[in-house]
């Protein structure tokens, strides 16, 4: 991958305050929101004796990482292929395929951050505890990312417009925030609403995530949900993509 390319990207994506409030400062506000509810900070029965602004780490590690794949990365994509950009970069030296692994690196990366920031204000401001299991969180975060970029990417393959990728983007957003356990945590989920979900990317990523919190090592259906994901919308979006 051309550097510069990357440092080109990097410095345009920290430029877009909107993305940045969405990717990396919303989720981590949003779980200091919640934690200030007195009633999320008490044990609570129905959800084996976790608070719910426990509950709440995972969800919100994995929010900001749906707004950067979903919604972030395939703006600047499908804006670069509707201005011609990609066409006109297939004649020079760098190739459109290192714009577009800088795109997907820079949204990695600041979903990665994002994530870091949920942990430290759920563990700093509430005391809500680390992964017990450090490297089945740290996989199974890693699967997430990869599912939130090959999701975008189809996004972005599909639409021919900024205009589209955003209604297209919007249209799957509400969708997987649910499936993340926005609205009602996995946990708390009845038990086939809870499968259903966990056949999702995401519900998958926050099921791997709360084993790990736990302490034990993801499980590895959910792991493998999560992998398989990732393979079937990277090759649907390889198939898809159009350079112009």
Same mark, same amino acid.
């Given at each position: ?7 080109? *990207? ?71 292929? *509707? ?127 709360? *084993? ?31 350079? *112009?």
């Amino acid at each position: 991958m051309n550097t510069a390319v990357l440092r080109t *990207e990097a410095r345009l994506l920290a430029r877009e305050p909107g993305s940045l409030f969405w990717i990396l400062v919303f989720p981590p506000a949003l779980l200091a929101v919640l934690g200030a509810v007195p009633a999320f900070r008490e044990p609570q029965d129905g959800l084996d004796g976790l608070r719910i602004v426990d509950t709440y780490v995972p969800v919100t590690v994995l929010v900001g990482m749906i707004v950067a794949g979903v919604q972030s990365m395939p703006a600047g994509i499908t804006g670069y292929r *509707e201005h011609g950009i990609l066409r006109r970069m297939s004649t020079t030296p760098v190739r459109p395929s290192a714009l577009l692994s800088a795109q997907m690196l820079v949204h990695a990366l600041a979903a990665v951050l994002s994530a870091l920031l949920a942990l430290a204000v759920g563990r700093l401001a509430y005391d809500v505890r680390l992964p017990g299991q450090p490297y089945g969180y740290l996989l199974a975060l890693v699967l997430a990312v990869l599912a939130a970029l090959a999701l975008g990417s189809v996004i972005s393959a599909v639409s021919r417009t900024v205009k589209i990728a955003g209604a297209v983007g919007t249209a799957v957003f509400f969708p997987m925030l649910f499936c993340a356990g926005v609205w009602l945590p996995v946990q708390a989920m009845p038990d086939v609403m809870a499968d259903v979900v966990g056949l999702t990317p995401f519900g998958a990523a926050a099921q791997a995530l709360n *084993e790990a919190t736990a302490g034990v090592w993801p499980g590895w259906g959910h792991l493998g949900v999560m992998a398989a994901w990732t393979a079937v919308l990277s090759l649907a979006a390889a198939r898809w993509f159009r350079w *112009e």
